[in-house]
């Protein structure tokens, strides 16, 4: 399929749900987009393209909300794709989206209207995730690495041979150290090996739940907005609290509002992302599925580092991909990866590939 300008604000809506609270803001990312589109961008269907397509995941990593004041120059992501291609002597022959989820959504999109090459639906997270160490690929034991950082000022940084928490905390130290934010370039994969290993159609998926949205009244009925985005609505009411901390360079903090329907509590634990939902104390939902929070009127989804006390809020549980529900790889995204001691509280029915 082709996508184009006029796709970009359904994207944008339904990538800035799926962040989970986190993966970044899309609003700028989402004007640079509508702005280079010009005659399109291919999205291949994975089940379709050549099983040997030589694909590059590319995105940002970091705090995106420093953006702006670490302005990109423009040529960090291409930067960052071409370097990693002469490290590997592998061009590339699409691009692939780190997490399609929040800005990076948006980003390998942006890219290929750079290079000029399509982009194939599928991504490393089906949400947002905060670790590297987290991508499907690393949960599946194969390399992050070599692995190219670009951070802005025209740097370079070039990884390989390292595990994937050695991965991660050498990203986290560079992050530190020049701006908070990176463009990122993963090493060539085989469309085969991401087929395996990663979430498919999850562009696809931004894009009909957020045409759905755009499709909603203000202050949609609970009932209407369940059914537009196949979740439900764990409480609505007034935030009364927002609680932050910094632990370990992540968002750390709850936010908690009281639900008009019921006057009960809900509690939202957060690490640059949603996680753990908490009822008057009882968990409701978890992490890998997708906890979203959204402005009562306009349904615009809240990112963590934006929710605030007194504002009029909608929270949602929706289902996460079907990647996740395998026992190997849910330890890696449940509650207790994060160091919150419950079981995974999830929907009966994740997102198919």
Known sequence: MLLTASDVPALVRGAALFGSGGGGDTQDTAILLSRSMGQGVELLDP??????????????????????????????????????ERWTGTRAQALASIEAAGANALTALLVATDVGLPVVDVDLCGRALPRLDQFSIAVDGLPLTPLVLCPPGGSLVVLDHARPAQVERTVRSVLGSSGGWAAVAFPPMSLEVLRRSGTPTTTRRCLDVGRRLLDLPEAAAPARLEAATGGRVLGAGRVVEVVRSSARGFGRGSLTLRDRRTSGLLRLEMENEYLVAFEDGAPVATTP????????????????????????????????????????????????????DVDPVLLPAAVSP
Not at 71 to 77: H, T
Not at 303 to 330: K, Y
Request: aromatic share 4%; with cysteine; hydrophobic share 50%.
């Open 47 to 84: 089940e379709h393209a050549p099983d040997d397509t030589v694909v590059v995941p590319v995105g940002l990593v970091g705090a995106t909300i420093v953006l702006a004041e670490e302005l990109p120059g423009g040529a960090e992501f291409t930067t960052a794709l071409r370097a990693v």
């Open 289 to 340: 599925d997708v906890i979203a929070v959204l402005e009562r009127r306009s349904l615009q989804a809240i990112s963590c580092d934006r929710a605030t006390r007194g504002s009029e809020v909608v929270a949602l549980h929706l289902p996460g991909p079907a990647f996740w529900r395998d026992a190997p790889r849910l330890d890696a995204v449940a509650p207790r990866a994060f160091g919150i």
